[in-house]
């Protein structure tokens, strides 16, 4: 037994190193890129709207997939990915100043704080 461990551990040991050297010097180069810098808008692929606490699609991420009378925290930017229109407003239960955003929209800077949303256009009075 114990020398038939031995052999397995050779054996292993010989098709690693030969594995190694069979592959092309390139094939063993690996390129990292750095990851400090990110975009904004980072969004799962979902129907929803991403909402962010920051300008430009940074901060806190919030989805939204309904209307919202209370947006914690409150937003500043966002991405409309559904086919919908939606409002966002400045006070919390649909009140204050509005902004209308369309389908596919990314709003970089909201020039307010959002503190409720919901989906369709606007209702101007």
């Not at 990110?38 to 989805?63: K, N």
Request: net charge positive; glycine share 10%; with cysteine.
């Amino acid at each position: 037994m114990n020398t038939l461990t031995r052999w397995a551990a050779l054996t292993a040991a010989a098709v690693t190193v030969g594995a190694g050297l069979a592959m092309p010097a390139s094939a063993a180069t690996i390129s990292v890129q750095p990851t400090t810098v990110r975009e904004g808008f980072v969004c799962p692929l979902v129907i929803a709207v991403c909402g962010f606490a920051q300008p430009g699609g940074y901060g806190q991420r919030v989805l939204l997939l309904g209307e919202r009378g209370r947006i914690v925290p409150p937003l500043r930017s966002a991405a409309n990915n559904t086919p919908d229109f939606w409002c966002f407003y400045s006070q919390s239960d649909f009140r204050g100043d509005r902004r209308e955003v369309s389908p596919g929209e990314k709003v970089e800077n909201f020039g307010f704080a959002v503190n409720s949303a919901s989906p369709g256009r606007c209702a101007w009075q």
